[in-house]
């Protein structure tokens, strides 16, 4: 019997690990040469490499996120985009209703929180926010959905759809939020003035701490509640899948049917709420850093 459960812990861990690695392709130094990470990939059997994903360094590249995030940046921002093209004066269509809705709510919120001069954040709030939704929104597909399709033609074992529960990702936007806060700052209140500011006045060194880890949480927020929650379906499915193992289990399959759909209504919630507190924050830190004071 502790062999039999040791074995189930082994392959419920083994099935966890599996869904959190990417498709990882980099820098292998034991063969000098480019590379996806050792059985990762079925397809393009000359690129593959002997290093682990752990053992790549700096030099490797999240092929998933990168593909997911820009699909998905194609289709929103090209949806919004023929809706645009297409709109027509008179009555609207169905879908300029949305779009129109969608930009006044985003273009409220800039108002309400922005007051400079900069064109930039109304369009930086329109695009953060919508592409951060439409990251958010893979999570609602089944966590087998890129494991399925990967195995029976794919050709790739390892595929992470939800670009968010990637560090790299949050971590990308909330570099180039601080990047144009530094901008913004020092064209405010000069060179000399920004750093007055970081190292000086009032606190010292410990303003700069606060700089610089007030983007890094920026980050850290979205990844931690999107990556908690694909945690939490990768559990259930391991629950709900238990009935397909032995007909003894089969009363499994109703708590994690509705476990699953339960999370998933709460979750609608929580990818909506964590695309709009990015935005809002964003326009925050944009607004005083364009605000003397």
């Not at 929180?113 to 919508?130: D, E, M, N, Q, R």
């Not at 983007?215 to 929650?229: I, K, P």
Request: charge should be neutral.
């Amino acid at each position: 019997m502790a062999k039999e459960n040791a074995q189930n812990l082994i392959e419920t861990s083994d099935y966890i690990g599996h869904h959190l690695v990417n498709l990882t392709f980099g820098w292998c130094e034991k063969t000098s040469s480019w590379g996806f990470a050792n059985h990762q990939q079925e397809l393009f059997k000359g690129l593959d490499s002997a290093c682990k994903v752990s053992e790549m360094g700096f030099w490797s590249f999240h092929l998933d996120t990168i593909f997911m995030s820009i699909l998905l940046g194609a289709v929103v921002f090209g949806f919004f985009g023929l809706v645009n093209s297409s709109a027509k004066r008179g009555v609207p269509s169905k879908l300029q209703n949305f779009a129109e809705f969608v930009h006044e709510f985003i273009a409220s919120a800039v108002n309400s929180g922005y007051h400079g001069t900069s064109k930039i954040v109304g369009p930086l709030a329109f695009a953060s926010c919508l592409w951060i939704i439409s990251w958010n929104l893979m999570d609602l597909l089944p966590v087998e959905m890129a494991s399925f399709f990967g195995h029976f033609g794919g050709g790739f074992n390892y595929f992470k759809i939800l670009p968010t529960a990637d560090l790299n990702a949050p971590l990308a936007l909330a570099i180039v939020v601080m990047v144009l806060v530094t901008y913004y700052s020092v064209k405010t209140h000069g060179a000399g003035g920004f750093l007055k500011e970081l190292f000086v006045v009032p606190l010292g060194p410990l303003e700069f701490i606060s700089y610089v880890s007030k983007h890094v949480a920026l980050a850290l927020r979205l990844y931690g509640n999107l990556f908690a929650g694909e945690m939490i379906f990768i559990l259930i499915a391991i629950m709900f899948g238990q009935f397909a193992m032995s007909f003894s289990q089969t009363l499994w399959f109703l708590p994690g049917l509705i476990l699953n759909l339960s999370w998933a209504l709460f979750h609608i919630l929580i990818v909506a709420l964590q695309a709009y507190i990015f935005m809002m924050l964003t326009i925050a830190y944009l607004n005083l850093a364009s605000t003397k004071h």
